[in-house]
C-alpha cells in the first residue's frame, strides 16, 4: 500500500533566507531559493545576490537564485529602481576590467561561471513591470548591447 502526501514548509521570510545562506544541503538551499520570491524585500534581494556572487555554492542553487531575484524585482512594485541590482551584479561577474560595457570574452575553463551567464540572459527576460512589459530602462543598458552581440553571433554560426 502507497501513501501519496504532499507537504509544504511554512516559515517568514528571515528563516528561507537563513537557510540559503547557512544550509548546506544542496536540496535545502534550492527550496529556500524557489520560495523566496514570494516574500520581495530589499533582504531577499541582498540575500539572493550573496548567493549568485558565492562560487562556493553549487551552480544550480546560482542558476534559482539568479531567476527568484529577476521575480522578485518584477513583484517588488518599482523594478526600474531594483533592475538595476540585476544590471550590476553582471557587470560584477562579467564586465570587463578596462571598459564596463564590454563583456568578457568567454572563458570555458569555468563551466558553471559560463552557465549562469546564459541564465541571466533569460532572467533579465523575466523582469517585467506590472503591465507584463520589459522596462524600457533594460533596452538602454549596457547589457542590451552583450545580448544583440551575441544574438549576431549565433545568428553568423547558423548561417554559416
Not at 24 to 35: F, S
Request: hydrophobic share 40%.
Amino acid at each position: 500500500m502507497l501513501w501519496l502526501s504532499k507537504t509544504s514548509i511554512e516559515m517568514p521570510d528571515y528563516m528561507w533566507q537563513a537557510m540559503l545562506l547557512h544550509e548546506r544541503d544542496v536540496v535545502y538551499q534550492h527550496m529556500a531559493a524557489e520560495v523566496l520570491p514570494n516574500f520581495p524585500s530589499q533582504g531577499t534581494i541582498t540575500t539572493l545576490s550573496t548567493v549568485l556572487l558565492d562560487e562556493k555554492c553549487y551552480y544550480q542553487v546560482r542558476k534559482q537564485a539568479l531567476h527568484s531575484l529577476a521575480k522578485c524585482i518584477s513583484i517588488s512594485g518599482d523594478p526600474t529602481v531594483n533592475e538595476e541590482v540585476l544590471i550590476n551584479l553582471y557587470r560584477k561577474l562579467y564586465g570587463s576590467v578596462d571598459n564596463e560595457k564590454f563583456t568578457k570574452m568567454n572563458d570555458f575553463s569555468d563551466f558553471p561561471l559560463y552557465f549562469i551567464q546564459q541564465e541571466f540572459m533569460r532572467a533579465i527576460g523575466q523582469i517585467k513591470d506590472h503591465a507584463d512589459y520589459t522596462h524600457r530602462a533594460l533596452y538602454s543598458s549596457s547589457i542590451n548591447s552583450s545580448i544583440i552581440t551575441i544574438i549576431r553571433e549565433m545568428s553568423m554560426m547558423i548561417v554559416r
